[in-house]
């Protein structure tokens, strides 16, 4: 298996982490870091929704700059060999139903402020990346070469909440198998929260994560049926191999 480069490594990273830890410049002060829930749009660019009354959102409204880590270390003895990835950029509010719709999907709790009126969404556009994968394996990695390239690839946007929602509503048993026979994860009621054209993103009740990964990018509702139906049978072989 080809090992992953540093630009993949980082974006796998930022696109499977549900939460991040941000660094704003405070009006008049200095630096500031909070806790924030996290997801992706298609191209990998970060996705935080956030209240007005958060000392993070009156400092990005003075000062669009910030940093986002994205911490793979969790639950290693020796936290310095996992991976963690820095991105810096800036930080603007967005406005965009579908967008928030995909970060509410994979953050359930976020439902029930989705309409409070001091709540916006934000996303980032990273100028670089600083991925730090181990000992000795140390990047800056310009933004164009973490983003996926998610141009051909609109229609696909339009159409994930459908593909999401029949996944879970009619083919719960292949999500399942997914987390479980593809990744090795504890038998849970599995949910598809998010699909985007590299692969697509489970949670459990009890808070467990997974992502599974296409062999291909994919552009199109099409495209991913066939994709998640490959996954599927490799999954029921992983299960009973011959």
Known sequence: MTEASPADTARDLVRRTPTASLGVLLPGGGPYVSLVLTATDHAGRPLIFISGLAEHTRALLADGRASLLFDGTVGRIARLTGARVSLVGRMSRIDDERLKDRFIARHAEAAMYRDF???????????????????????????????????????????????????????????????????????????????????ADLAAPDGGRGRIFFDRAVANATEARIALVDLVRRARVSENPV
């Open 117 to 199: 009126p001091d709540f916006s969404l934000w996303r980032m556009a990273p100028e670089r990346a600083h991925l730090v994968a181990g000992f000795g394996r140390i990047h800056w990695i310009p933004a164009a070469d973490v983003l996926f390239d998610d141009a051909p690839c609109a229609v696909l946007a339009e159409a994930e909440a459908e593909i999401v929602a029949h996944m879970n509503a009619d083919h719960a048993d292949a999500v399942a198998l997914y987390a479980t026979a593809l990744l090795g994860l504890p038998a849970a009621e599995w949910r598809m929260t998010g699909l985007d054209p590299e692969g």
